[in-house]
């Protein structure tokens, strides 16, 4: 990193308590799990760290824009800019429409892809455990 980033990290840094900024993130997520409990059953809130880790073309998305409105989103079909901090993500529904969204101007919750094969290891699984 050069000088002038340094630089302009320090002085972030000096204006932004980030762990105030975190647990009013924690606090706002666990609001949307509490009023959205059935629509977000199954799905995970994501950060761009957990994007890069978790998240593949072929799941499910859901967000909340930044008022706060939930957007039933789509599958995951494409991802562009992912070096970058704010990737675009390209959704598709059930009727084939395609539309992207910025990551970074959203609050993400993504659930995997199931399979009919996990679905037919999660029946055998419970059978065994009755």
């Known amino acids: ?16 308590n980030y762990s105030d900024f975190t647990s009013k993130r924690i606090k706002l997520i666990d609001k949307f ?3 959205y409990e059935k629509e977000l059953e199954e799905y995970t809130y994501i950060d761009y760290d957990d994007f ?20 039933w989103g789509g599958i995951l079909i494409k991802i ?4 970058t901090r704010e990737p675009i993500l390209y959704l598709m529904n059930s009727t084939k429409k395609i539309w992207k969204i910025n990551f970074a101007k959203k609050y993400v919750f993504y659930k995997k892809h199931k399979t ?3 679905k037919l290891r999660n029946l055998f699984l419970s059978y065994i455990n009755d």
């Open 33 to 35: 799990k509490q009023n």
């Open 116 to 118: 009919y094969n996990d």
């Open 1 to 16: 990193m050069d000088n002038r980033k340094k630089e302009i990290n320090s002085i972030i840094n000096k204006y932004i």
């Open 52 to 71: 890069l880790l978790k998240a593949r073309k072929g799941g499910y998305i859901r967000y909340f824009d930044l008022n706060f409105n939930l957007k």
């Open 80 to 83: 562009e800019n992912i070096e």
